[in-house]
C-alpha cells in the first residue's frame, strides 16, 4: 500500500509561484513513476506533469516551460514547482503514482495505482 499526502497549495496572484510537495510511503519509491493532474473548478481532471523512475519528464503543453517536475528519491517526495501563474492554473492539484513505473501512459490517469486528496491552488488576477 502506497500512500500519497500533497502540501503546498494556497491562493496566490497572478504571476506568482508556489511549490507542491507530495510525500509518498513506500519502500521503493525509486521504482515509482510519479504525476500531477489537476482538476478545475466544473471540469474533468487533466494531465499536469510526469517524471518516470528514471527522472524523465513530460508536461501538458499548458504548463510546459512554467511549471517543473522533480523527485528527491532519499525524501521520498515529489515536487512541481509552478512559476508564472494565471487563473486557468486554478484548480484541485493531486499527486499519482504508478507502482512501479510502466514505462508509459503517464498523461493518462487510468495508468496511475495510487492517489493523494489533493491540494487547492487558487490564483487570483
Known amino acids: 500500500q502506497v500512500q500519497l499526502v500533497e502540501s503546498g497549495g494556497g491562493v496566490v496572484q497572478t504571476g506568482d509561484s508556489l511549490r507542491l510537495s507530495c510525500a509518498a510511503s513506500g519502500r521503493t519509491f525509486s521504482s515509482f513513476a510519479l504525476g500531477w493532474f489537476r482538476q478545475p473548478p466544473g471540469k474533468e481532471r487533466e494531465f499536469v506533469a510526469a517524471?518516470?523512475?528514471?527522472?524523465?519528464?513530460y508536461y501538458a503543453d499548458s504548463v510546459k516551460g512554467r511549471f517543473t517536475i522533480s523527485r528527491d528519491n532519499a525524501k521520498k517526495t515529489v515536487y512541481l514547482q509552478m512559476n508564472s501563474l494565471k487563473p486557468e492554473d486554478t484548480a484541485g492539484y493531486y499527486c499519482?503514482?504508478?507502482?512501479?513505473?510502466?514505462?508509459?501512459?503517464?498523461?493518462?490517469?487510468?495508468?496511475?495505482?495510487?492517489w493523494g486528496q489533493g491540494t487547492q491552488v487558487t490564483v487570483s488576477s
Open positions: 499519482a503514482a504508478q507502482v512501479p513505473d510502466y514505462s508509459g501512459g503517464y498523461a493518462y490517469s487510468s495508468t496511475y495505482d495510487y
Open positions: 517524471i518516470s523512475r528514471t527522472s524523465s519528464t
